[in-house]
């Protein structure tokens, strides 16, 4: 049983599992998405990918796996129609497209070499799912802070262009996080493993 975000499941979990499965042919998997985390115990859940620094259950053991940056960006026809700030202070007359799980949602802390920006915002609209977000973002609803790995493909393919990216918001530490307290399966090993390979 593995836990994992939405975003997460849809852009890395299910790649990983189509290739761990492909390996380990007689495991199955069932994949529990949740953007809030799961206790791991109370919910027999056997690793959870966390962007959290730490657990607070001295029984759970973490390995990091990633770091990611949290950028934003939005789509070309909103930047066309709106245009693309081009300081920090500026986001504050720009519509913005809010995650409410992460840190502080309403408060932006950019840093620039030995230079901190702290801008206090409000979203034109607010989620605690970043698909919700990002589809509006795509359809030209404002200016979108997320995690990289969630608008890479969008990035890339240019359905959305990164803004200000000279500044820097706190990185996301991915985590796989189990439970140490009890003997590790051999399912469990080599799933974390996997994950970190």
């Given at each position: 049983r593995v836990a994992s975000s939405v975003s997460f499941a849809i852009h890395h979990i299910t790649p990983i599992v189509i290739a761990y499965t492909?390996?380990?042919p007689d495991v199955n998997v069932h994949v529990e998405t949740a953007n809030r985390y799961h206790d791991?115990?109370?919910?027999?859940?056997?690793?959870?990918?966390?962007?959290?620094?730490?657990?607070?259950?001295?029984?759970?053991?973490?390995?990091?796996i990633a770091e990611t940056r949290r950028i934003l960006c939005a789509s070309?026809?909103?930047?066309?129609?709106?245009?693309?700030?081009?300081?920090?202070?500026?986001?504050?007359?720009?519509?913005?497209?809010?995650?409410?799980?992460?840190?502080?949602?309403?408060?932006?802390?950019?840093q620039r070499g030995d230079e901190?920006?702290?801008?206090?915002?409000?979203?034109?609209?607010?989620?605690?799912?970043?698909q919700v977000l990002r589809a509006a973002a795509l359809k030209g609803m404002g200016i979108l802070v997320q995690p990289k790995y969630i608008?890479?493909?969008?990035?890339?393919?240019?359905?959305?262009?990164?803004?200000?990216?000279?500044?820097?918001?706190?990185?996301?530490?991915?985590?796989v996080a189990f439970q140490s307290r009890r003997h590790m399966s051999a399912k469990v090993r080599t799933f974390v493993d996997f994950v970190v390979e």
């Amino acid at each position: 049983r593995v836990a994992s975000s939405v975003s997460f499941a849809i852009h890395h979990i299910t790649p990983i599992v189509i290739a761990y499965t492909q390996r380990y042919p007689d495991v199955n998997v069932h994949v529990e998405t949740a953007n809030r985390y799961h206790d791991l115990i109370d919910n027999n859940i056997d690793v959870a990918i966390r962007t959290r620094e730490y657990e607070v259950d001295s029984n759970i053991t973490i390995r990091r796996i990633a770091e990611t940056r949290r950028i934003l960006c939005a789509s070309p026809g909103y930047l066309d129609a709106h245009g693309s700030p081009s300081t920090v202070e500026e986001l504050v007359s720009h519509p913005l497209l809010i995650y409410t799980y992460s840190n502080n949602p309403n408060t932006l802390s950019f840093q620039r070499g030995d230079e901190n920006k702290v801008v206090t915002c409000k979203g034109v609209l607010e989620s605690n799912e970043g698909q919700v977000l990002r589809a509006a973002a795509l359809k030209g609803m404002g200016i979108l802070v997320q995690p990289k790995y969630i608008v890479h493909d969008d990035l890339v393919a240019g359905r959305l262009t990164s803004v200000l990216d000279d500044w820097d918001l706190p990185r996301l530490h991915i985590n796989v996080a189990f439970q140490s307290r009890r003997h590790m399966s051999a399912k469990v090993r080599t799933f974390v493993d996997f994950v970190v390979e």
